[in-house]
């Protein structure tokens, strides 16, 4: 949570393994509010570790937006998006991007 600047979270290139996605889940829990927007671009993520990230997404008040590139997006974080994305105004997500992440049909 040190990395948070003006309510956004970038991490680029930073490796993120579970207990990093347990540790932010529980984080979001504690603090609703600390932040807006996130941006993991090639963490090494694999389906599991994102859908915790999504998860603790979920417990917050106002994320806007949502970026994540070259990491893995498969049924677990799938399933924990959709919860993020069907959330109604006021705190629904403006700004979904993924790209060249891993994914199946």
């Known amino acids: 949570m040190q990395k948070i600047n003006n309510k956004a979270l970038h991490l680029i290139g930073y490796n993120l393994n579970e207990p990093h996605c347990l540790a932010f889940r529980e984080s979001c829990k504690l603090f609703p509010t600390c932040l807006n927007e996130l941006l993991l671009d090639n963490n090494g993520l694999k389906d599991k570790s994102l859908a915790l990230i999504l998860e603790g997404l979920e417990n917050l008040k106002s994320v806007k937006k949502f970026v994540c590139k070259n990491n ?10 959709r919860q993020l994305i069907l959330r109604p105004s006021p705190a629904h997500l403006e700004d979904l991007r993924l790209s060249n992440c891993k994914m199946t049909s």
Request: proline share 0%.
């Open 72 to 81: 893995e997006l498969l049924k677990n974080s799938l399933c924990s998006l």
